[in-house]
T-cell receptor, first 114, second 112 residues
Framework: NAGVMQNPRHLVRRRGQEARLRCSPM?????VYWYRQLPEEGLKFMVY????????ESGMPKERFSAEFPKEGPSILRIQQVVRGDSAAYFC????????????FGAGTRLSVL | KQEVTQIPAALSVPEGENLVLNCSFT??????LQWFRQDPGKGLTSLLL?????REQTSGRLNASLDKSSGRSTLYIAASQPGDSATYLC???????????FGTGTQLKVEL
């Protein structure tokens, strides 16, 4: 059973471009969580999704950020018109229905905005 | 609002020493508490998970304790090794939610 897969591992974008970060949860997991780790800061919750539904987006910036978890395919975190302050490590985690409070993390995507 | 604090922020010890990392949280209504390890530029590795009904968990040289009522957890590392050098993160899931609230971590360096 493969772990949580995130791609790309590293992403470089210029200011104003779009960034798409992908997360494939562990097999059988229908709950996905996105966290952001800004330089010199701790990990902060962004959004929690369960197949096709956003359950909690209390940590998402109000503008430019969106997330989805379609019925088929990976979860996508999308950042439009990136700015330098978006440079961070973005981590995805997943959990199964039977143990929603145990989250398994991916290796993260490191976004650098030039 | 749940807040998680870790002390110390950084720690340097000689190889072989036993050490304790501290974590405190403000809201005692937690589902569970996890300790993670993060190596520079890498992802998170889960070390130990303590359910709210448990007092401690052990894995090899690691032992984590939980005192829910006082809002504290400790991670004990026995006979430290240079390979233990990393940042250690404490995180909780608070009742009614599913999101992890992380502390800012303790950066550990074990020297030869």
């Amino acid at each position: 059973n493969a772990g949580v897969m995130q791609n790309p591992r590293h992403l470089v974008r210029r200011r104003g471009q779009e960034a798409r970060l992908r997360c494939s949860p562990m097999k059988g997991h229908s709950h996905v969580y996105w966290y952001r780790q800004l330089p010199e800061e701790g990990l902060k919750f962004m959004v929690y999704l369960q197949k096709e539904n956003i359950i909690d987006e209390s940590g998402m910036p109000k503008e430019r950020f969106s997330a989805e978890f379609p019925k088929e395919g990976p979860s996508i975190l999308r950042i439009q018109q990136v700015v330098r302050g978006d440079s961070a490590a973005y981590f995805c985690a997943s959990s199964p229905d039977r143990a929603k409070n145990i989250q398994y993390f991916g290796a993260g995507t490191r976004l650098s905005v030039l | 609002k749940q807040e998680v604090t870790q002390i110390p922020a950084a720690l340097s010890v000689p190889e072989g020493e036993n050490l304790v990392l501290n974590c405190s949280f403000t809201d005692s209504a937690i589902y569970n508490l996890q300790w993670f390890r993060q190596d520079p530029g890498k992802g998170l590795t889960s070390l130990l998970l303590i359910q709210s009904s448990q007092r401690e968990q052990t894995s090899g040289r690691l032992n984590a304790s939980l005192d829910k009522s006082s809002g504290r957890s400790t991670l004990y590392i026995a006979a430290s090794q240079p390979g233990d050098s990393a940042t250690y993160l404490c995180a909780v899931i608070t009742g009614g939610g599913n999101k992890l609230t992380f502390g800012t971590g303790t950066q550990l360096k074990v020297e030869l």
